[in-house]
Structure formats: C-alpha cells, structure tokens
C-alpha cells in the first residue's frame, strides 16, 4: 500500500466494501428493519394501486409481505374512516362481504387540512 503510514485500506472501495461486508455480519439494526418494512410497504401499495383508489384482499397484500404496523402518518377522513399512509400511498382496513380489505389511496392536496 502506497500512502500515510497509519493507511487501513488500499483504496475507498476496499473501504467501503469492508464496511458493508461488517455491517451485514452484524445483521441489521431495528432502524435498518423498520426502514426496510417500510420501504416495502410503500412499494406493494404503489403496486396495487394504479387507479388512486383500489380495493384489494387483505390477504393479498400480506402474502406480497405487506405488514399494516409499519407507517408514516395517518389522515382521518371527514366521515371519520382512518387511513394509515406509509409515505404518499395510504390503506384503511374494512369488511365487504365478510372478507378483509383494504381501500388503497393515494395522498392529495386535500388531506393537508
């Protein structure tokens, strides 16, 4: 190695790749978990929701690894429903039939108030 005579690494990636390679060993923290549920709540609901307001099977979502205890803010309709937002994309639970749904929303302007 060329350099200071303190130098660890050979070069940034040797750097970054070490770092990377430790902090998956380490296995993630609860931060990096909840993120990471997050994140893939958001993906599945932008996935099912391509009309800006679906209705789709409970159990569809949860067998895409949905899980309704992860997200962001919520917002309560002016009729009192309660939708759960994991960032722009937001779901409320309901019976139709007997069976567990979802109404899958997308945030607007309006909700601000």
């Known amino acids: 190695m060329e350099g200071r005579i303190d130098k660890l ?5 040797c750097k970054s790749l070490y770092h990377y390679q430790k902090s998956r060993e380490q296995g993630g923290s609860l931060y990096n978990q909840i993120d990471a549920q997050l994140k893939l709540n958001r993906r ?3 996935n099912y929701n391509r009309g800006g307001k679906v209705t789709v099977r409970k159990e569809e979502l949860e067998k895409e690894g949905f899980n309704p205890n992860y997200f962001t803010h919520y917002w309560k309709a002016a009729n009192g429903n309660i939708y759960l937002f994991c960032y722009e994309y937001g779901f409320m639970e309901r019976l139709e039939n007997g069976r567990a749904k979802y109404v899958l929303v997308q945030w607007q302007e309006y909700m601000k108030k």
């Open 9 to 13: 690494y050979c070069n940034p990636n």
């Open 44 to 46: 599945t609901l932008k």
